[in-house]
């Protein structure tokens, strides 16, 4: 019986020495770009500095080298301080090691998206979809941040990469050949051990776990003539499905263990997935970006706490219920989760609007900023300076392909697996370092795409992929030809649409208002005040920069500057409790103590979790001697912080002074027993027992 003729490859010798001669030119390219970046914003002052998000994981990962780590659930994903800590041991906390380490995985992944498309579709579609990577500007923008964005890419690059492998071979293992069957096997071990890993540096990608396991499912092993091993037939595709889903629970089973055991409660990677939801989904959020409620601060170090304090003082005000206080992890979880669903519920044309909002934003060419603005950094660096690939020709491109080429079960798979995580990006808010993870899945298709054009201007059917399960495309036609190209360009045009991310002028000043603040953070008032002056001559009134400006010129007195700030704040923000906040104290330094409680009274309710804008509120109050509205202010801080002296030594001071003296020592002795200082005078006045105004 003759054998069936194997399919042509698309590469003989000759072609294979072509291969790699484009490879490796793609390969020196991206490292080249990748290594002037790092060199030339080695110069800049962000470079050992890093901010907000970075600034955190950065102390986490040295607190994890000092055997310091916060005993607590995990409220962000915890594989990217890990892996600092594992740099920080190896080499210091040298910031040097950690850019070098993140550009060489930007290269692998250059080597990844080459492989992956190559077994997709073909060598050539490779050598494109590896030019990409290597040419794409946020893929080396963010390997030069201490942000856990380019391993996150890496990682689901390598999901992906294993996933493809671990789909059936061309050539099953036959009997007798163990040793290939349990290498095939282990690919999707391999795949779910990288999943899980990718789970913990983005948890979004949680939701592909249950997935892996149908898709192994679903793999069939193409057959060749003669008997095959038990171990990849049909019937076999369960140890595979299997072995993913262990690779999984093996990642991330160790950290639900911790995390539970010390919430006392199930909690699988993080505690911060309805606070999330709710900063997607709220009537303050306008923008479909991180719109934090006005009683957040935006900060890692203080969100988790704003949070949890704020859902603890409404739950407070509820008719009581089986309701613990104050509430656990996960019950601040869910509370935030309900609230979003009833917004969601309650106000469906408002609802629409922000998610259609947040469906362009994440389509869009525009790479919104985060924690680092990389319009504003390239400042910094000519090659972030150069007119290098952007998302609206990668999209453009992969879509088109995704249109065009998508047959068979990995192709599909990768389509799905870009849409679905599109979609669990947009269900929260959308930024350029939260997509950007899902695009290794749409780069064989961008790479694929140019290559199915040229084919057809050429006017011959050619196979992209050497499997003999894939397609082989139908003769061209002018239609197909004409149609290829204008899908590339009304989807580009489609992604060029201007959403209302801000002006140039007002990235840049935000830009710099980071960098005051970090110069601020130092210590070094001089230059903290020279970069907001430049922000603000940048965009005049821009909140941030008025504020803290405001509050420096407050410090060295000079009030009339620091009004003129603040004032400009509090327009610019006017739901921002801060600058309410800060204008109100003041306002009290001056004595204007009606001015004073009106913007004490704005922060605390646009905040009213926050104890420090209840205190400012208490203290007018008793000024003005509006003692009832002041006493209900305390014994709300007493619910919200029922250990801390100050307000409970004032407390009794409001309290003496309405004439409720037992309830006064009450007060005074258990600020006395939590180690705050006592008035001598007014413990003087209580244990005497003298009635106020005597």
């Given at each position: ?610 104890v420090e804008y209840r205190f400012e509120l208490a203290t007018v109050l008793q000024q003005m001697q509006n003692y009832g509205p002041a006493l209900a202010q305390y014994d709300t801080m007493i619910q919200l912080a029922p250990d801390n002296p100050v307000v409970r030594h004032n407390y009794a001071v409001a309290l003496y002074n309405t004439g409720h003296i037992p309830e006064a020592r009450v ?28």
């Amino acid at each position: 019986m003759a054998k069936k003729a194997r399919p042509q490859t698309t590469a003989g010798p000759g072609r294979s020495h072509l291969q790699l001669t484009l490879l490796l030119a793609v390969l020196a390219a991206g490292l080249f770009l990748r290594t002037a970046n790092l060199a030339d914003t080695s110069d800049s002052p962000f470079y050992t500095r890093p901010v907000i998000d970075g600034q955190t994981y950065d102390n986490w990962a040295k607190a994890i080298v000092a055997d310091k780590a916060p005993h607590e659930p995990f409220y962000q994903d915890p594989l990217y301080p890990y892996f600092l800590a594992g740099i920080y041991k190896l080499f210091g906390h040298d910031f040097t090691a950690v850019y070098v380490i993140q550009l060489l995985l930007g290269v692998l992944l250059i080597l990844l998206a080459f492989d992956t498309t190559r077994r997709l579709f073909d060598w050539r579609a490779g050598i494109i979809a590896a030019a990409i990577a290597a040419l794409y500007k946020p893929f080396i923008f963010y390997e030069n941040q201490i942000e856990k964005t380019s391993l996150a890419v890496f990682l689901t690059a390598l999901f992906l990469w294993l996933l493809v492998r671990s789909l059936a071979p061309a050539r099953p293992t036959p009997i007798g050949n163990r040793k290939s069957a349990i290498e095939n096997l282990m690919w999707p071990l391999a795949a779910g051990l990288a999943l899980g890993l990718s789970a913990l540096t983005r948890a979004n990608m949680l939701l592909f776990a249950p997935l892996l396991p149908v898709v192994l499912l679903l793999n069939r092993p193409s057959p060749i003539s003669g008997r095959q091993s038990p171990l990849v037939t049909r019937h076999s595709s369960l140890v595979p499905a299997l072995l993913g889903l262990l690779g999984v629970l093996v990642v991330i089973a160790p950290v639900s263990i911790r995390n539970s055991a010390l919430a006392h409660e199930f909690t699988l990677t993080t505690t911060q997935a309805g606070q999330n939801l709710y900063i997607g989904n709220s009537p303050y959020n306008l923008t479909g970006q991180y719109d934090e409620p006005p009683w957040v601060r935006p900060n890692p170090e203080f969100e988790q706490t704003d949070f949890a304090d704020y859902a603890n003082s409404v739950s407070k005000s509820l008719p009581p219920g089986p309701r613990p206080l104050p509430l656990s992890y996960a019950a601040v979880s869910r509370f935030y989760v309900r609230a979003a669903l009833d917004w969601a519920r309650t106000h469906p044309a408002a609802f629409s609007k922000l998610l259609w909002r947040k469906t362009v934003l994440y389509f869009n060419n525009f790479e919104v900023p985060d924690n680092q603005d990389m319009y504003f950094f390239s400042r910094y660096s000519w090659v972030l300076r150069l007119p290098l690939l952007s998302f609206g020709i990668l999209f453009a491109l992969g879509l088109a392909g995704v249109i065009l080429l998508c047959r068979g079960l990995g192709r599909w798979l990768f389509a799905v697996f870009f849409f679905g995580y599109a979609a669990s990006v947009i269900v929260f808010f959308v930024f350029s370092r939260y997509r950007i993870p899902g695009l290794p899945a749409l780069l064989p298709f961008a790479g694929a795409i140019p290559v199915w054009l040229a084919d057809r201007v050429r006017s011959r059917p050619l196979s992209l992929v050497r499997r003999p399960s894939s397609i082989v495309h139908s003769p061209s036609s002018p239609a197909r030809l004409v149609g290829g190209l204008a899908l590339i360009a009304a989807t580009f045009a489609l992604t060029m649409y201007p959403v209302c991310h801000g002006s140039g002028e007002s990235l840049a000043a935000q830009g710099l208002s980071n960098l005051a603040v970090m110069y601020d953070h130092e210590g070094d008032t001089t230059k903290a005040i020279a970069t907001y002056e430049e922000a603000l001559a940048t965009q005049p009134g821009q909140g941030e920069a008025s504020r803290s400006l405001g509050l420096i010129m407050l410090a060295q007195g000079k009030l009339d500057r620091a009004y003129q700030l603040l004032s400009d704040a509090t327009r610019a923000e006017p739901d921002n409790p801060v600058a309410h906040h800060c204008l109100g104290r003041l306002y009290a330094m001056q004595n204007q103590t009606k001015d004073a409680y009106a913007e004490f009274a704005k922060a605390v309710s646009l905040a009213p979790g926050r104890v420090e804008y209840r205190f400012e509120l208490a203290t007018v109050l008793q000024q003005m001697q509006n003692y009832g509205p002041a006493l209900a202010q305390y014994d709300t801080m007493i619910q919200l912080a029922p250990d801390n002296p100050v307000v409970r030594h004032n407390y009794a001071v409001a309290l003496y002074n309405t004439g409720h003296i037992p309830e006064a020592r009450v007060q005074l002795e258990e600020a006395r027993r939590l180690g705050g200082p006592v008035n001598p005078r007014f413990d003087s006045l209580l244990k005497t027992g003298t009635k106020p105004g005597r």
